[in-house]
Structures are given as structure tokens and as C-alpha cells.
């Protein structure tokens, strides 16, 4: 069964402080994708990030990064000197590319609180 | 990509109302989710549509009917709902299923 945690149910930082969300997750599938995405107040998710099983490249984009270790089943996203338009609720998700089911499995997200 | 659009954003209904949720998507995708979103749970799937067939149907009760006329059209058709089912409700599409999702803003409904 394929299983997303994020362990960190809320988290404050003071703005330019850099912040890890960390994501764990559980598959018996060899390839398998992983995405974060973001939801602002407004409710809308916002995509972040795919990436796939075969792929262990550290990702950066801006302030954003994404450490994918496999042999600890993690994909845990930094945001370097955060900002206050940060603050919203983050989601990792898992999907499994043989799971017939059709579904990704979302964590409980990690909802982040940047101070001014 | 923001190409996922829901109305109406904000719906108030009582328990006898019979109300439709619409989703449409102009990404060119083959499948569609509906999602609910409470307080105190994650995100729940509830329905799939892949080429305009449901897929799945995650033990949702029946008050809550969907029907997808075509790839870029979704709907969820409400009746008789309970005030446990105030949430905000999201759609999302997809190139495939497995790829990446694309959300709409959400309705959010409260039953009174």
C-alpha cells in the first residue's frame, strides 16, 4: 500500500529564516512519482514539482529545492529566506505508476506560517 | 497551468437544496477528479474520470453525483446533503491519470 506522511503539522518561522517540509513516504512500486504542491488561503493547490523514481537529482528553482533520497523513502522541499507569501499549507503526493487504481495519495500537508 | 476553472466559488445551501458543482478545464486533459477538503481531513478523492468514464468512485455516498458529459466538462450534482458535508470541494484534471494534476480554485459550500 502506497502511504504519504508529513510529520510536521504546522510550522512558524520569521521571515528570510530558511525552512525544510519534510515528506515520507512508502511504496513497493520501482517507479513511482512525487509531487509537492502548495495551497495559498485562497484554496486553489498549486503544482510545484513531479518527479519520478528514477530521478534522484536534487531539484532548485529560486528559493525553492527538493532533496529526493531514496534509500530513506524522503522528498523533503527548503525554502531558502522565506517570505511571507510563503505561508500557506503544503501537500506531498505520492502516485505509482503500476497502481491501477488511478489514484495519488496526498500527505495531511504541513501548513506553514511565515512571521513578518 | 491554470487552466482548470470552478463554479460557483462560494455556495450556501440548505439540506433539501439540489445544487451542481461545475468544473471545466481548457488544458486539453482526458481525466478529472473531484476532491473534498474539510477542517479536520485531508484531501479525499472522490470521484475519477478517465476518457469520460468514472473510474473510481471512492464509497461516496449517493447525495453526491457526478456526471461528466466530456473530457473538459465535470460536474457534481448535489442533494438532500448534511452538514457534515460543508468543505471546500476541488477539481482537477490531468494529461493521464498519473500525471501531474491541475487544480481548480474550489467551491466551497456550506450546508446549513
Known amino acids: 500500500a502506497q502511504k504519504v506522511t508529513q510529520a510536521q503539522t504546522e510550522i512558524s518561522v520569521v521571515e528570510k529564516e530558511d525552512v525544510t517540509l519534510d515528506c515520507v513516504y512508502e511504496?513497493?512500486?520501482?517507479?513511482?512519482?512525487l509531487f509537492w504542491y502548495k495551497q495559498p488561503p485562497s484554496g486553489e493547490l498549486v503544482f510545484l514539482i513531479r518527479?519520478?523514481?528514477?530521478?534522484?537529482q536534487n531539484e532548485i528553482s529560486g528559493r525553492y529545492s527538493w532533496n529526493f533520497q531514496k534509500s530513506t523513502s524522503s522528498f523533503n522541499f527548503t525554502i531558502t529566506a522565506s517570505q511571507v507569501v510563503d505561508s500557506a499549507v503544503y501537500f506531498c503526493?505520492?502516485?505509482?505508476?503500476?497502481?491501477?487504481?488511478?489514484?495519488?495519495?496526498f500527505g495531511k500537508g504541513t501548513r506553514l506560517h511565515i512571521l513578518p | 497551468e491554470t487552466g482548470v476553472t470552478q463554479t460557483p466559488r462560494h455556495l450556501v445551501m440548505g439540506m433539501t437544496n439540489k445544487k451542481s458543482l461545475k468544473c471545466e478545464q481548457h488544458?486539453?486533459?482526458?481525466?478529472m477528479y473531484w476532491y473534498k477538503q474539510s477542517a479536520k481531513k485531508p484531501l479525499e478523492l472522490m470521484f475519477v474520470?478517465?476518457?469520460?468514464?468514472?473510474?473510481e468512485n471512492n464509497s461516496v455516498p449517493s447525495r453526491f453525483s457526478p456526471e461528466c458529459p466530456n473530457s473538459s466538462h465535470l460536474f457534481l450534482h448535489l442533494h438532500t446533503l448534511q452538514p457534515e458535508d460543508s468543505a471546500l470541494y476541488l477539481c482537477?484534471?490531468?494529461?493521464?491519470?498519473?500525471?501531474?494534476?491541475?487544480f481548480g480554485p474550489g467551491t466551497r459550500l456550506l450546508v446549513l
Open positions: 503526493a505520492l502516485s505509482e505508476a503500476m497502481n491501477r487504481d488511478d489514484k495519488i495519495i
Open positions: 511504496t513497493r512500486d520501482t517507479t513511482y512519482y
Open positions: 518527479r519520478n523514481s528514477f530521478d534522484e
Open positions: 474520470y478517465n476518457f469520460k468514464e468514472q473510474t
Open positions: 488544458l486539453g486533459h482526458n481525466a
Open positions: 482537477a484534471s490531468s494529461r493521464t491519470v498519473q500525471e501531474t494534476q491541475y
